[in-house]
Structures are given as structure tokens and as C-alpha cells.
């Protein structure tokens, strides 16, 4: 049974009488914009989650815009066993900052690695096509190759462009 909606400030309501928040984003997401008292359980580890320390009380899941949390609804439902009340939040931490509650930023950490692979895979591939333009019809392979590694990546789950990035100095952080 897939778990019911929840606003935000009906969500704050339960947490201030003693329910759990759970962010299922990724550690460099909660790491850079995190609601404050939310437990990181990244979704992708969900089966090595102890999802026990509930210990009965209500558990409210949420993620950036409610997308994760109910596409997979399911499966949190189901790592729960029915063991307490739970939810999600409607249209997540995004939808909880326009709501007026408190949201934390750390600016020093690195934005989402998935950001930063989209914006160097589309620099890329934009260098690529104005030097295809305007140097010479030879460089159309660049965004080729970039068209290539996007399809690999979606095709496999890997992504090397991400694991080359999580090298880079700055993502040292998370």
C-alpha cells in the first residue's frame, strides 16, 4: 500500500509531537541543504537501513520535490513492515522551505554530484557543438561521444563521469 501525502506543516505538527523524519536523498544532497533533525537513509541504501529507530513513533519521508519518495512509496512502505504510521512529504524539503520552515544550507559543501555532472556534460557538449560550428565539422564528435556516455550511463546505471568527479578536491567534503 503506497503511503499518503502530507503537507508540511502538518508534517512539522507530527514531528513536534514525537515522529521521525527521514531524508531519503543522497549524503551529498542532505550534506549541502538538509531540513534540521531529518536522518539521512539515501534511498540507494534503504536495504542496509535500520529503519527500527522509528521504535513506533510516525515516519515521515521526504526527498527534493516529492518525486523519489512517491515513485517508490512501495518499497518504504514496505521497509517499514507496517510497523507505525508513515508519510510523505508533499512535494519534500522544496515544497517545506516555500512553506516558511526551517531549512539549513551549508554553502561549503559541493553541490549534488548529479548537478555537477550535468553541468559539465552539458558545458561539454555546448563547447563541442560552437567549435563544430565555427572551427571545423570534426569537433561534432565531442557531443557524439558525450551522447554515448550519457546512453552507457543510462543503460548500465554507471557513470564515470560521476566517479571522476567524486576524485575532484572540492567533493571531498561530503
Known amino acids: ?10 508534517a512539522r505538527n507530527l514531528l513536534e509531537q514525537g ?5 531519503i536523498r543522497e549524503a551529498d544532497e542532505h550534506a549541502r541543504e ?8 539515501p534511498l540507494s541504501k534503504l536495504h ?19 518525486g523519489r519518495t512517491t515513485t517508490n512509496a512501495q518499497r518504504l512502505s ?27 544550507t551549508d554553502r561549503s559543501q559541493p553541490i549534488e554530484l548529479q548537478r555537477q555532472v550535468q553541468i559539465l556534460v552539458g558545458s561539454i557538449a555546448f563547447i563541442g557543438v560552437m567549435l563544430g560550428l ?8 565531442i557531443p557524439g561521444f558525450i551522447s554515448a556516455g550519457l546512453v552507457f550511463a543510462g543503460v548500465t546505471g554507471l557513470c564515470p563521469m560521476a566517479r571522476l568527479l567524486l576524485l575532484a578536491p572540492w567533493n571531498k567534503r561530503v
Open 1 to 10: 500500500m503506497p503511503l499518503p501525502n502530507i503537507n508540511p506543516t502538518d
Open 19 to 23: 515522529a521521525v523524519l527521514i531524508d
Open 34 to 41: 538538509k531540513i534540521p533533525g531529518a536522518l539521512n537513509m
Open 48 to 66: 542496509e537501513a535500520d529503519l527500527a529507530l522509528h521504535q513506533g513513533r510516525p515516519v515521515i519521508f521526504h526527498c527534493k520535490s516529492g
Open 78 to 104: 514496505q521497509a517499514l513492515s507496517g510497523a507505525c504510521e508513515a508519510y510523505v512529504v508533499e512535494g519534500g524539503i522544496d515544497a517545506w522551505r516555500r512553506a516558511g520552515l526551517p531549512v539549513a
Open 134 to 141: 565555427y572551427a571545423a565539422p570534426v569537433y561534432f564528435v
